[in-house]
Structure formats: structure tokens, C-alpha cells
């Protein structure tokens, strides 16, 4: 019985088969492999280190509120009432009120403005640093309210200061101006230091 034997390459033939691997292996890997930590480096920079940062920040910032009290009638006794005993917003670190625009980030204005103290309303504003925010504190300093229609009345602060936060009601209970104070603290929570 013959065996059969296995074709034997020649040292030729042996070269081209090798030499045509090589090459189509060359020419499937014209681009690198992707760094597989690569996008280590970009969450990092872009999510992981601001994001921690701007919480501090944010945290930091929404707990040492400095508010300046516009109050200009009768909802300014509710907001007074705010900072007392019972209702304390010394527990968001708002300890004092500011007398001073320049030592306040955040304007209450409860009450009805009219056009003669709009004015200084906007001057106490325009002289608060950045970033400051301002509340609206009842139906008046919403839109008038009761006294929309009156010649002397302002119809919504929003005509004269940007507001964040409007606090309905005529007047609003402490705990609405507290909900209103949480809004303020969960829009600063938004703020980021990322430039856009
Ligand atoms: S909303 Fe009502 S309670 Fe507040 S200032 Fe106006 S009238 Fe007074």
C-alpha cells in the first residue's frame, strides 16, 4: 500500500505565502487601535473634576445667602416673620438681613412698588454684585395685584429688576417664601463654572 505523503513547500513558496500574510495584515491595520483609556482623560476633564467643583461651589453658595429685605408693605411682615424664631431661616445660613446692596445676593421684594420708589428699587439692584438673584414676594410685587390698575402702582416688579423666583399669594405664608427661597437654592445648584 502507497502512502500518501504531504506536498512539501519549497523554501519559495514558503516566502510568498508569509510575504502575503504580512501584507494583508499591513493594509487591515492602516489605523491605530484606540487608546481603550481615552475617554478616561475627556470624563474627567469634562464631567468628574467640574462637577465636583461646581457642587461645592454651588453648595457653598446657596448655603451663605446674604438677602436684602425691599420691604414695602404688608407681605414685608410675613417676610419678617420668615426670619424669626418659628420659621428661621438661619438654618439656610441667610443669618442676617443685609441693609447694604453690596453686602447682599439675593432682593426680597415684598409689597406693593409704586413708580416713585421704583426707582430706588432699581438703583439698590444695579449696585448688587453678581451673581444676585431677586424674589417676588406676592400678588403685588408680582403684578400689582389689587392696585394693578392704579396710576401709581407698578405692575410687576419684573418691569423694572429681572426676578427668579415669584412667591404667590396676597399675603405669602412664611413657608411659601421658604419654598420660594428652596427654588433660589436649586437654581444656584445649576449654576456651573464651565465656560459655554
Ligand atoms: S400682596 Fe396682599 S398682603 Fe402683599 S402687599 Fe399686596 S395687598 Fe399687601
Not at 513558496?13 to 510575504?19: K, S
Not at 421704583?118 to 439698590?124: E, G, N, S
Not at 392704579?150 to 412667591?167: A, K, L
Request: net charge negative.
Amino acid at each position: 500500500m502507497e502512502i500518501e505523503r504531504p506536498e512539501i513547500a519549497s523554501p519559495h513558496e514558503i516566502d510568498v505565502a508569509e510575504a502575503s500574510r504580512i501584507e494583508k495584515l499591513r493594509e487591515s491595520c492602516q489605523q491605530p487601535i484606540p487608546d481603550p483609556d481615552s475617554w478616561l482623560d475627556e470624563e474627567i476633564s469634562r464631567n468628574v473634576l467640574v462637577t465636583t467643583v461646581d457642587y461645592v461651589l454651588d453648595w457653598a453658595r446657596s448655603r451663605s445667602i446674604f438677602p436684602l429685605m425691599f420691604g414695602l408693605a404688608c407681605c414685608a411682615f410675613e417676610m419678617i416673620g420668615t426670619a424669626a424664631s418659628r420659621f428661621d431661616i438661619s438654618r439656610f445660613g441667610m443669618d442676617i438681613f443685609r441693609w447694604s446692596p453690596r453686602q447682599a445676593d439675593l432682593m426680597i421684594v415684598a409689597g406693593t412698588l409704586t413708580w416713585k420708589m421704583a426707582p430706588a428699587v432699581k438703583l439698590v439692584y444695579d449696585q448688587m454684585a453678581e451673581p444676585k438673584w431677586v424674589i417676588a414676594m406676592g400678588a403685588c410685587a408680582i403684578s400689582g395685584g389689587t392696585f394693578r390698575e392704579s396710576y401709581s402702582v407698578v405692575p410687576g416688579i419684573n418691569r423694572i429688576i429681572p426676578v427668579d423666583v415669584y412667591v404667590p399669594g396676597c399675603p405669602p405664608r412664611p413657608e411659601g417664601l421658604i419654598y420660594g427661597i428652596r427654588q433660589i437654592h436649586g437654581k444656584i445648584g445649576k449654576e456651573t463654572i464651565k465656560r459655554a
